[in-house]
């Protein structure tokens, strides 16, 4: 099955008039999850009421990374960001930035940065 797709929160940008609530999304812990790349995206981990690992596929790059984050472990209640993904180069799958979590309780959140 394909990867569960991650819907993006937009950041307000530099002169906000308000807060924008990020609800993040339970991990598919079956299918894994995955986000089209905009060119300045921030991926936020939490580690939930359980804790777990994640893996951010991706292969080697030229820019020194040799492949994916494999089974990153993330501590209950932690909070962990990647990013922001500004460049497809050693991130861009078939379906985008692809993430496999070890479990359900692991949560997701995609912001778009202005």
Known sequence: ???TPITKVNATGPYP???VTVTPVAADAVNGNSFAMSGND???IFGGTAGGTYTVQGPANARGRTGAITANAIAVDAVEILGPFKNLDGWQNSDGVRIS??????KLA???LR
């Open 110 to 112: 995609v912001i778009r």
């Open 101 to 106: 979590a070890s479990v359900n309780t692991i």
């Open 17 to 19: 008039t308000a807060f």
């Open 42 to 44: 921030l991926l936020v």
């Open 1 to 3: 099955m394909p990867a």
